[in-house]
C-alpha cells in the first residue's frame, strides 16, 4: 500500500513539475469587436479573407483590425537545495523525528503463545474447597 501511494505522489509531483514550467503564445485577432481567430501554436488568420465582415469595406477610415498576444510564461528556473545550505540543527531534527516516527510507527510482532490450543480439563467440583486447603 505504501508503494502505491508514494508512486501517485511521486507523479503528481512530476506533473506539478511539467506544468509549472510549460509556457505558450495564445494570438487572437479581432476584427472591431468580433474575435474571428484565435490560434495556439502560431499566428491567427486575418479578416482580409472574409468577404462579408471585412473590415475595409465596413470603416475605411479606421483600422479596426487588430490583434492581440497573450504570453504565458512558467518558471524558467527550479531552485536546487544545494547539501551545503543545510546544517546541522536541520539534520539532528531530521533524524531524530525519524528514528521517532520509526519507533512509534514499527510493527509489533506477534508473540507465539503456547497454550494456544490449549483446553483446561473439566472440573467438576473445586478439589481445595472439597479437601479444605488452602494456601496461606
Do not use: W
Not at 483590425?65 to 546544517?87: F, P, T
Request: negative net charge; glycine residues 2%; contains cysteine.
Amino acid at each position: 500500500m505504501k508503494q502505491i501511494i508514494s508512486k501517485i505522489f511521486s507523479t503528481i509531483l512530476a506533473f506539478l513539475v511539467l506544468f509549472s514550467t510549460f509556457s505558450f503564445t495564445v494570438d487572437k485577432h479581432y476584427c472591431g469587436d468580433f474575435l474571428v481567430d484565435v490560434s495556439y501554436l502560431g499566428e491567427a488568420d486575418s479578416c482580409n479573407g472574409l468577404t462579408k465582415d471585412d473590415c475595409d469595406s465596413n470603416l475605411k477610415k479606421k483600422k479596426c483590425c487588430k490583434n492581440e498576444v497573450d504570453q504565458i510564461e512558467g518558471q524558467d528556473e527550479i531552485q536546487k537545495v544545494s547539501s551545503e545550505k543545510i546544517d546541522f540543527k536541520k539534520v539532528k531534527l531530521f533524524v531524530a523525528f525519524n528514528i521517532s516516527y520509526k519507533l512509534l510507527f514499527q510493527n509489533v510482532e506477534k508473540q507465539f503463545n503456547p497454550h494456544q490450543y490449549y483446553s483446561p480439563p473439566d472440573l467438576i467440583s473445586d478439589i481445595q474447597v472439597l479437601h479444605e486447603v488452602f494456601i496461606i
